[in-house]
């Protein structure tokens, strides 16, 4: 096409700047834009890191039908479950730790038949999620291979490679709608500095087109060039500050609250009014202020490292 | 990265000790301190014994306290070049590294600590690196095989559902050698064919798919210490003090070979149990467990 040239400024002097555009939006506006439907990818790791603050945010709008992709998830898996938002889960595991060796809400919803799950090896998440941002339709694994992965989630595929015939498996992409992703601080700009190892929140945020990010500080992009190297970012995101919003679980400057995870493992197998309570009270009641405001600040100013 | 799921362990032995709970614990634990091993810390030390000197990064998954204590007392004894990575952190305690404090969560941020870091994603890239890791299971079948998917049910759906098999596939098919560790022992649980598949551990399967790692090392169980036959299938190597053949047996889902000579596993010694208390599980974790 023929560059045309450029028209003179109508006016004297030189164009006026056009600012950089900020990412910061409010909670509950970054996922209301999440349809019915869509594939979401949870970041953070067992305890550790989990977006939450954007969880309660999402099972709070009454989203439906959404494939959720949390490679080691918990709490979160079981809230967006526990909503109604939720009929499919890929993961390699849902559990508490030493508190829930299964999370709760998603035994008795897989049991029931509510909520379908596809099983993956925790280096199957890695390969798909990575085969995605590759943009490639698998990547192969050794790992499962002769186990009842294949059976069990017949998108993967057994194959022998064909430089040496060795069996492997297809592990294929994990393309995602949306990420879901906590990082301890973030610019105006969707420059990302997470605190530690970052799970596999990077790869989610690679494999999918609209990545929300949760910071617990929106920091000067000043700061984030101090350390350049610690930056993430992606193609299209918003930022989100939430304090103390990966509560329950760990962020790098505050453990997971194992009383409160204790009372909702209780709540969680309990069921029916006791879960119902949990949610009334720590979900659908009001936005993430709110909740911080019914865990209280003597909890949370007693989890800071 | 391994997890045990069984929620409801309460065997017998774990269940006696658990009376004396973590006070009786703690700073208390001393090498006078004699009290007899709980199941957690038998296997803590029945694990520290059969580590290797080629174990040279030794990783512990979530919900594997027993693991990382064998670890970390494998480390100041045994193993003094090895590191070991407890949650996100590589630590390595040879040189005179504090050993890493017991902690409710495996991935707790005060774990972001050692020499360097464990990456959950990077841990894929180098497969050979982790030497050996530990397996928990809701069934483990007579050819080594485990199974933490959950037990399907007839129509196609779960009659019980467990966590995931986190990466025990990945770890199983690539570690020199892994361990597995059964909180209980019950035909439920030894079972003469898994419902589902999370770890192959049948050596003839393994040979057949040219699978890298070593496989399964042992098998241990509040009742006995086993391993594998060169046909691979499963053997008894000793029973703890206290249990019979004909217990073991009964208790096994599948038909045993118990030989009538089979050795008693040898007890913790007082060092090592001085040395399990004092300094790797100053809390009591591993007592408190029932």
Redo the contacts between chains.
Sequence with gaps: MEHAPAAPPASDGPPAPVGRRSLVAPLADAVAAIPDGATVGIGG????GHPMALVRALARRGVRDLTIVA??GGVDVDLLIAAGCVRTVV?????I??L????PV??SA??S?AVE?I?L????C??GLRAAGQGLPFLP?????????S??NPSLVEFNDPLLG??LLAVPALELDWALIFAEAADAYGNAQPV?????D??IGAAAARVIVQVERVVSTEEIRRNPDRTLYWRDTAVVRAPFGTHPY???????D?QHLRDYVRAGREGGAALEQYLDCHVRNGDHDDYLEQVGIRRLASLL? | MSTTADPTPGDAAGAAVAASGPAAAGAAAAASDLAPPSTDELFAIVLARDLRPEDRTIQIGANMPMARAAAVLANLTTLPDARIVVGLGVQALGDGGAAPPVLPFVFDPRTRAGESLMHQARVFDDVAKPDVFFVGGLQLDRRGNVNLFGIPGRDGGWKMRGPGSVALATMSANCRGYYVVMPSHDPRTFVERVALISALGDRRERARLRLRGGGVRLVVSPLGVFDFDDDGEMRVRSIHSGVTPEQVREATGFPLNVPEDVPTTTLPTAQELALLRGRVDVDGALRARA
Excluded: K
């Excluded at chain 1, 530690?196 to 596999?200: D, E, P, Q, S």
């Excluded at chain 1, 760990?250 to 997971?256: D, E, I, L, V």
């Design positions: 790791a067992v305890t550790a490679p080691t993961t390699c595991y849902v559990g730790e030493g829930a060796p299964v999370s998603f035994r897989v049991q038949g799950v099983d090896d925790e280096a199957h890695v390969q694994w050794r790992g499962g291979v002769g186990t009842s992965f059976q069990l060795e069996p530690g190892t970052g799970h596999m990077a790869l760990s962020n790098a400057f505050m453990t997971a194992e490292i």
